[in-house]
């Protein structure tokens, strides 16, 4: 389909490119313009109808968008913008150049311009910066039939009709409809007999992260929100908690792996970006792990006796690291998922406590074959390497669980504590537990 687009562009057949391409679903086209050349994506988006141009605009990264608007005249740039759903045209303004922002906002309806500045004012990553406000209302004393009538004349341009909310005489949110509902009913029944009463919803200041778990609790594709007086102020769709969910995942990520999070694609961050997000963790961890180097400094004695000793740290080090990191994701996922919370904390510590001895154990054992028959030590030797392992996967497991659970009690990310610090907490650990084994065995 592209290598058609592009001989069709290149030939100058706009006319036959002009069916194909409107022809293809909205997301589809935002794919093709993107694999375009700056100019042929213009010309491209200049053959679409002005109701699927919004639409195809609103799905394009923000770049492309910017490519757009920057070749549109301010009233044809407007006309795109009145024509998007509120929320998608807020995210663009919030992402443009003042002085660009003022001459396109100037040109367009004042309906389209209050529904912006009224998303704007809310924090970020909240629910009221992320809901629309073109959803559909009814009254509690229509019918049925009323009601049908006023979705055929209001429902056009809504976000969507799957639901319609109904209001008070105050705008207070009593009750929610399903069409599916409506359409079913008897046309003469009134909405109040078959709306649901106190229906799910959100404040405008909800976390969005909170908003995405509540779709997923609730297994809905659609949340009224709310200001502080209950009044319906707005609509969250699924689309939006499917973004929100990818960014979260995006941050959780990148915390996980010790980099500060960034909402730019890999390929458009700036070397000098890239490293700034990486620094701080790398330069945190390497001061902190020069506290290993301290333990094995005060040890050097027994070292110097037993040089055998050292052959086992890398090995003792990275299997700590190891299962202190399997457990940090386990309960860093529990947490995101609602799961588990603080009052689980004894639970779970009873429960990696448990896993870690049989982990442990299995592992010791295996350990003390391969010492004794591949690596040909001491008995001696044998034994403190692997009491050592047992006691650091423990204690390993015990670290990489509790502290998610503790740093999300005190309302820190969680991902925060994730394996690349959970490592080099096991790692002082680990040398401590081995070195001190070690010395009352072997009475060094």
């Known amino acids: 389909m592209l290598e058609n687009i592009k001989e069709l562009i290149e030939n100058g057949k706009y006319t036959i490119l002009k069916k194909e ?49 920057n070749s549109l005249t301010d009233k044809e740039a407007a006309n795109i913008i009145d024509e998007m759903a509120a929320d998608d045209a807020a995210d663009l303004i919030d992402e443009m150049p003042s002085n660009v922002v003022k001459r396109i906002l100037a040109k367009t ?52 009709i799957d639901f319609c909310y109904v209001l008070d005489k105050e705008r207070k949110l009593i009750g929610t409809i399903s069409l599916q509902q409506i359409i079913l009913s008897n046309p003469n029944t009134l909405i109040a007999d078959i709306m649901e009463d106190e229906p799910t919803c959100v404040t405008t200041q909800t976390d969005q992260e909170d908003v995405a778990a509540m779709f997923r609790k609730y297994d809905v594709t659609v949340m009224p929100v709310v200001d502080k007086e209950h009044r319906l102020v707005g609509i969250i769709t699924i689309d939006d908690v499917i973004d929100i969910i990818e ?37 945190f961890l390497m001061i902190s792990a020069t ?41 860093i996922r529990a947490l995101s998922l609602d799961e588990i919370t603080f009052k689980d904390l004894l639970k779970v510590w009873l429960k990696e406590t448990a896993v870690a001895l049989i982990c442990g154990l299995t592992l010791a054992v295996c350990n003390f074959i391969k010492l004794l028959v591949i690596d040909k030590v001491s008995i001696t030797v044998a034994l403190i390497v692997c009491l050592a392992l047992l006691v650091t996967i423990m204690l390993a497991k015990m670290v990489g669980s509790i502290l998610p659970i503790l740093a999300d009690k005190i309302h820190l990310d969680p991902a925060v504590m994730a394996n690349p610090l959970i490592t080099t907490i096991v790692d002082a650990l680990s040398l401590m537990v081995y070195f001190q084994i070690a010395s009352s065995i072997l009475g060094i």
């Open 21 to 69: 391409i409107i022809e293809l679903d909205e997301a589809d086209i935002a794919e093709v313009l993107e694999e375009l050349n700056e100019q042929s994506l213009i010309k491209v988006f200049r053959l679409l109808p002005k109701d699927i141009a919004a639409v195809v605009f609103s799905k394009l990264d923000i770049d492309y968008q910017q490519i757009i608007i």
């Open 109 to 160: 309806t004042p309906e389209t311009r209050k529904d912006i500045n009224h998303l704007l004012q809310y924090p970020d990553d909240s629910a009221g910066s992320i809901m629309t406000v073109e959803f559909l209302d009814i009254k509690e004393d229509l019918t049925v039939c009323a009601a049908i009538d006023v979705i055929r004349r209001k429902g056009q341009d809504k976000e969507t």
């Open 247 to 283: 960014e979260e995942a995006t941050e959780d990520i990148e915390k996980m792996a010790a980099i500060v999070p960034t909402e730019k694609p890999y390929l458009k961050l700036a070397l000098w970006d890239i490293y700034k997000s990486r620094m701080p963790w790398l330069l």
């Open 291 to 331: 506290f290993t180097g301290k333990i094995i400094a005060s040890y050097e004695s027994a070292l110097a006796s037993y040089a055998v000793l050292t052959v086992f740290i890398p090995m003792l080090m990275d299997t700590g690291g190891n299962a202190g990191g399997q457990s940090s994701a386990t309960i």
